[in-house]
């Protein structure tokens, strides 16, 4: 029997091989999606099993290309040498400032946005002169609600765009928007933010940009036009009280884009903890206004103490609707099974 087993060991090995091909090719098929921390900005990095990649915001302007660099690395680690898709959701600092910095690290294809600023920004209206400078290198496309983002791979929809949002006609009606009323005084970019909905098989992500209260609100009342989603990266990096019909999403888990003194607000961050359905809430950044009790475990932050670690979150997620969290400063990873 001694004299067999060797030879039945070699005989199986090309088997072997194949099986772990299979494996790791089942592993390749993903929807990744780095959430990079540039301290209360965003940049979203989201990749298509195809390998096709759509970065929504640049982060900040300046730190010696700080953010550029930390999309750069994220590109890297997900295997991407070219941005085919830039979505930048408004021209505020923290989501446009970056964009320089990038272009000149990583090839970019088509930029998106939602039009010109409605703010002056650079001393004039219209966009932010860097922007400008940049869109009349390449393809550069003004995107409204409904419209599709061609990535392959992925079906990917403008939910939000120049202050008018997705009108679904099979939306339905939402149980949390009683007694909601739009709010005073709302104006500039935050308003504009040009949003998405990303699908892979049956797992949704929803990313509203800096959408605040009045267009959540229009968004999700009387009907949820976003629909049911599992992932959902919280409006304006959780600066400000999400109306309640937010609710009415469901996602089973929220990534928080705050910074540790931007954000993660702890009103906000116990708002959406109550949310029913929500399994966790995981945060780029330990809010310090928070407490312990108004932040999530240690295990599901990020970046833990004041100072630019530039830790990421990493989302992967299969075409069943299954997906894993990962946290790349303490490798923790927890994987959430298919419904
Ligand atoms: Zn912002
Ligand atoms: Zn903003």
């Not at 690290?105 to 998106?112: E, H, M, N």
Request: glycine share 10%; hydrophobic share 40%.
């Amino acid at each position: 029997m001694s004299k067999v087993r060797p030879i039945l060991a070699l005989r199986l090995l090309p088997l072997l091989v194949l099986a772990l091909v299979a494996v790791s090719a089942q592993a390749a098929k993903t929807l990744d999606i780095y959430f990079i921390d540039v301290e209360a900005g965003q940049s979203t990095l989201i990749v298509s099993p195809s390998g096709q990649s759509l970065l929504v915001d640049t982060g900040y302007a300046g730190n010696s290309g700080r953010d550029a660099l930390r999309i750069v690395q994220a590109a890297k680690a997900a295997g991407v040498k070219r941005i085919d898709y830039l979505l930048t959701t408004h021209f505020h600092n923290d989501h446009v400032g970056g964009i320089d910095n990038l272009v000149s690290r990583i090839p970019v294809g088509t930029f998106l946005d939602h039009g010109r600023s409605v703010e002056e920004v650079d001393g004039k209206n219209g966009y932010p002169i860097p922007y400008e400078k940049v869109i009349a290198t390449g393809q550069h496309t003004v995107i409204a609600p409904g419209d599709k983002i061609a990535v392959k791979g992925l079906d990917v929809t403008v939910l939000t765009s120049a202050g008018k949002h997705l009108e679904k006609r099979d939306a339905n009606a939402n149980p949390f928007c009683d007694g909601l009323k739009p709010e005073e005084g709302e104006s500039g970019e935050n308003p504009q933010s040009a949003g998405v909905i990303v699908e892979f098989g049956k797992f949704r992500f929803a990313d509203p940009g800096d959408i605040i209260f009045n267009e959540e609100l229009a968004l999700e009342c009387p009907n949820n036009q976003a629909g049911k989603i599992d992932l959902y990266l919280t409006a304006h990096h959780g600066t400000h009280l999400s109306p309640r019909s937010v609710y009415g999403l469901g996602p089973r888990v929220i990534v928080m884009n705050n910074g540790a003194k931007k954000g993660g607000l702890p009103a906000e961050w116990k708002l959406l903890r109550a949310m029913p359905g929500l399994e966790d809430l995981w945060q780029l950044h330990f809010s310090v206004e928070g407490s312990k009790e108004t932040n999530s475990p240690d295990l599901m932050i990020a970046n833990v103490e004041d100072v630019d670690e530039g830790k990421y979150l990493k989302v992967s997620a299969a075409a069943d609707g299954s997906f894993t969290v990962y946290n790349s400063r303490n490798k923790y990873m927890k994987h959430y099974a298919a419904k």
